[in-house]
């Protein structure tokens, strides 16, 4: 079960802007990634392949975000809300909720929850 340092430790990274390191630290060899109800992203390699494709999209972030977090047992929900520019130029604001099940110290399933109607 994750502490709540551990999971600060996750949000941390992310606002830094180390999210590729944060799959490495944070999300375990089996790891399944899910947005809203669509098939998971099965594996660390792939879930490392995808987050790196979400960084090369991202040209300049404006403002990034987390929080409430709430902890419970083996389980943590992350709000997350971003602000950035495109490589495309189009400006993106993500306002979405993580939903995360741990094993220890590692993620093992996580899902995005948000509004696809919702993206500026």
Known sequence: MPSRERVQSL???VLQGKILEAVQEFYADDVQMQE???PPTVGKAANLEREKQFVAYVKEFHSASAGPVVVEGDHAAIRWTMDFTAVDGNRVKYDQVALQ??????IVHERFIYDTGAKA
């Open 11 to 13: 949000i941390d990274h």
């Open 101 to 106: 099940t741990w094993r220890g110290d590692h």
């Open 36 to 38: 809203n109800l669509n």
